[in-house]
């Protein structure tokens, strides 16, 4: 087992590269365990190693490859010091400190590093339908995040799958620059609250598709289009989108806390309001991991800045007071 480190972060992304950033220039000397390529859960990178074009994060007027933007993330972490390890972490122990993480076996007696502060920022997945080259056609016609792609998608005609309110704050953003928008869902009514039902209704480029559910994607190389069944006949049709937008939900990546940290029942890791601060001192969560309302990389950056400046200042008032 390694010396005590001061700070441990685990994951990456904008969160965790930004606070690998902040903490590295601080001289703390992070480790980073950023995540395994094999993993879906905990992917080095984030989400936007599975991003193509990224318009909407500042500085880049051009726009931006969102591996190309997590590769500077991390190059400059890296360059003021950041220890960077491409594993996982198989579980923590944060009932005593310093604080224990383990890499591999997670059943091995003795963990596999030390921290005197732990910083999550093991970021959420988008739900996905689990049809074939889903993963191929992100950023190809089909996404997960209106706000970051819904300038693309200028005059054509789209479809959003889902039934919630997120399904329909996607479609009536979306509406502001598709031609039509078609709400695939599987069900005869929707889940989503009054005023967002009321909303949707009266949009006239809202239109809905019921008791349906998708059963592939048309196209090579990009969306031309969807494969539904209705669930009632059976019948199989197709729908002539070239957008795809899929808000059925995300899931945080906290099954490794579970137990050891206060979370909502959605699983996001709950912080202190206006802080990073989790309910567990010295331990610190930011970006997506704890963000359900924004979920956007720049968020996540900024709040993994705040992880690290809070994560420094308490060290050194631990520091002071011993």
């Known amino acids: 087992m390694s010396d005590i480190r001061d700070v441990i972060i685990i994951g990456s992304g904008p969160a965790g590269l930004t606070a690998a950033i902040y903490t590295a220039r601080a001289n703390l000397s992070p480790l980073v365990l950023e995540g395994e390529p094999s993993s879906t859960s905990d992917q080095p990178g984030g989400q936007l190693m599975l991003t193509t074009d990224v318009e909407n994060f500042p500085g880049f007027p051009e726009g931006i490859m969102g591996p190309e933007l997590m590769m500077n993330f991390r190059t400059q972490a890296a360059r003021f010091g950041a220890e960077i390890q491409t594993v996982k972490a198989s579980k923590v122990d944060l009932s005593a400190r310093p604080y224990s993480v383990w890499v591999g076996d997670p059943d091995t007696p003795e963990p596999t590093h030390r921290a005197h502060a732990i910083i999550i920022s093991t970021g959420a997945q988008s739900i996905m339908l689990g049809l074939p080259r889903e993963n191929e056609l992100i950023g190809h016609g089909l996404s997960t995040c209106a706000t970051c792609d819904g300038f693309f998608f200028r005059d054509h005609e789209i479809a959003v799958v889902g039934g919630g309110d997120s399904a329909l704050e996607e479609a009536h953003f979306l509406s502001r620059f598709a031609s039509k928008v078609t709400v695939v869902h599987r069900r005869d009514e929707l889940r989503a609250s009054k005023i967002m039902r009321d909303r949707s209704f009266n949009n006239p480029k809202i239109e809905f598709l019921w008791d349906t559910v ?87 950056a900024g709040s993994g800045c705040q992880g690290a400046l809070e994560a420094e200042r308490w060290l050194e008032s631990q520091h002071d007071a011993s």
């Not at 049709?237 to 957008?243: D, F, N, W, Y």
């Open 214 to 300: 998708v059963e592939g994607y048309l196209g090579d190389s990009a969306i031309s289009g969807l494969a539904v069944r209705n669930v009632k006949t059976d019948e199989v049709s197709e729908l002539a989108v070239t957008g795809v937008f899929i808000a059925i939900g995300h899931k945080p990546n906290t099954d490794l806390f579970k137990g050891q940290l206060a979370m909502k029942d959605s699983g996001y890791l709950i912080t202190r309001t206006g802080t990073t601060s989790t309910d567990v001192e010295g331990v610190f969560a930011c970006g997506d991991v704890q963000d359900d309302l924004y979920r956007q990389a720049i968020t996540a």
